[in-house]
DNA sequence: TATAAATATTGATTTACATCACATTTTACA
DNA sequence: TGTAAAATGTGATGTAAATCAATATTTATA
């Protein structure tokens, strides 16, 4: 009950953000959780430290106690975020398919995390032989999915403002859970997150603010106006 | 050792169109396949007709026998085409996600569609009862999730030329396997599965057909120089 | 604390693509 | 088979956002 009321507030819609919390260690028998037990690791990463690399190999599922990590694909010009994790969320995921163990993506830590690091092998067999945990899998790897798809085809409707008003309400809502808060994130990365340049993201965050819809100042920024926001998102 | 060869000439990057074949039901015991025989029916759905519609309950998940339908998502202006899937696999697979039975986008046929139903609890019950059945459903989706997050990435980097490059490219490789192959989609279709508008599209063709890079005759388009086309692909 | 380097901001310019308008061809179907 | 409707094709125009350029501010560090 509880739990579907949660799932409810959780902004879904085109959001990079994930709130999708982990459930599926709950399933694991205590021999299970203690394969886990002693094929993993718990390594702490420092702002700024790549957690993974697109195409190195994934010898490990990764689950994010705490921090806040971002997920993104680069070539040699560009760099897509994917999403944004904060603790609860696991990364590499896409490495349990058959035949294709790289990471697919790049993580970096915005903040200090602690992360776990899962054999994927022991990850692998616990999947075969625990079906409960494999529909836990399932479930995670559906959301992603629909997030994915929802982001990709609001990405290719929105335009500039609607982007940015999206990103600064998934930020508020499913990251920091509050109207005002810090943005340790620079512009360039912001404008990563949304999809834009670093100066149309400076450009739109300035109209926001004289038309009186965020108030900023330094790096802390705060929701004033969240329906007109909302009603810029769903516009355009 | 032919399937590790098979993916491999598959040409996953940045396609829009699928070619994984479900091999989950090769899984399957007797019994479970007597649970599936029970509990699906067959339709032939003819070109154009709707398959399933967003929004709506999704009380089955679907296999496409043969035929060609195309994935998308739609608001009220536009549409996306997330992905052209020919028979062999799944639709609906993100409504097995724990309390959002719900399609998440449409499907239509391009060409006449033989798919089977199954009822998406009869389903269910297989993935919590036998783990490599639930396994194979894992790689489908990494799958689909891999190729998703990377079509969203080379959508944001890509311009037109590389953008209809990529779908061409798709076309030919993937779903008709094919130098040449009659492409039955409208140049309104065309667009929506590249991200343009049509008369972007009827330019770009124009453009290599001038440049020697492809050959149309009707609604025959026949590729001629598939490493330039690459390159275009490739550069933007 | 001074200086360099990175980041943020603002304005001018460019550009890729959409939009619009209209002509032509193909397809549907009465 | 003839006519309307849909699809295709082409040129002119508009525009959102990128790029470029230059300055101001913050942050890093010697």
Known sequence: MTQSLKKETHVRNSCTLNKAIADCF?????????????????????????????????????YIC???VKIYMENEN????????PGGNMIGLTALLEGSNVFKYSAMAY???????????AFKKVISQNSAFAKEVINILCENLIQTQTRF????????YGKLADTLICLSCNIFKCDAFELNLTRK??????????????????????DNIIVMDGKTIQ?????????????G
Not at 198 to 203: A, G, M, N
Not at 223 to 235: G, N, R, T, V
Request: one cysteine or more.
């Open 78 to 85: 560009n760099s897509l975020i994917l999403k944004v994790l």
């Open 223 to 235: 929701i004033m106006d969240m329906a007109k926001l909302k009603m810029i998102s769903d516009y």
């Open 153 to 160: 085809f609001s990405y290719t409707q929105k335009q500039s």
């Open 189 to 210: 990365e912001l404008a990563e997150l949304t999809g834009l340049t670093p100066e149309s993201v400076i450009r739109i965050l300035s109209k926001f603010k004289a």
């Open 66 to 68: 705490c921090g806040l």
């Open 111 to 121: 903040q200090e995390c602690k992360v776990r690091l899962i054999d994927i092998n």
């Open 26 to 62: 709950e399933k694991l028998t205590d021999e299970e959780l203690l394969l886990f037990e002693e094929n993993h690791v718990v390594l702490t990463y420092k702002k700024g430290e790549t957690l993974c690399k697109q195409g190195s190999m994934a010898s490990h599922i990764m």
